[in-house]
């Protein structure tokens, strides 16, 4: 029974160092990222950690031939370098990305790489990695 209780424990904090990190955004039809309950869209993760951005898209103003909306581009805030895996393009409805967030610490930047109306530069959103 107690070596039972110890693989039951073991697993409960393999499951609690594996969870997954859930952002939800809207890539709105106005050229607008918005997340619920923030006036100000801002998304803070840990280095590293694992991410799974669902995110829904509406159809704005202009998308490309292909069907995208909008696009989601991950930029180190220092020198505007993309980092890997995190451009992503977005067609219209809800999609998921299973991520990881970048390992290094700091202030990064998501905008949309998608020329979707007039307003597409103020696209962005502020993106905090923590320690």
């Not at 693989?7 to 619920?36: C, G, N, P, R, T």
């Not at 393009?89 to 700091?106: D, I, R, S, V, Y």
């Amino acid at each position: 029974m107690l070596c039972m209780l110890g693989i039951v424990l073991l697993l409960a904090a393999k499951l609690a160092v594996s969870q997954v990190h859930v952002i939800e955004v809207l890539a709105d039809k106005d050229s607008v990222f918005k997340i619920a309950g923030q006036s100000k869209p801002e998304i803070t993760v840990k280095a590293g950690e694992s991410v799974l951005l669902r995110i829904v898209a509406r159809k704005g103003k202009t998308w490309n031939r292909d069907g995208t909306v909008h696009g989601f581009t991950l930029l180190r805030a220092k020198d505007h370098g993309k980092i890997p895996g995190w451009n992503l393009e977005l067609k219209p409805g809800m999609q998921e990305f299973n991520l990881t967030a970048p390992g290094e610490p700091g202030e990064y930047e998501v905008l949309c790489t998608v020329i979707c109306s007039e307003d597409h530069e103020g696209m962005r959103i502020k993106f905090v990695v923590t320690p």
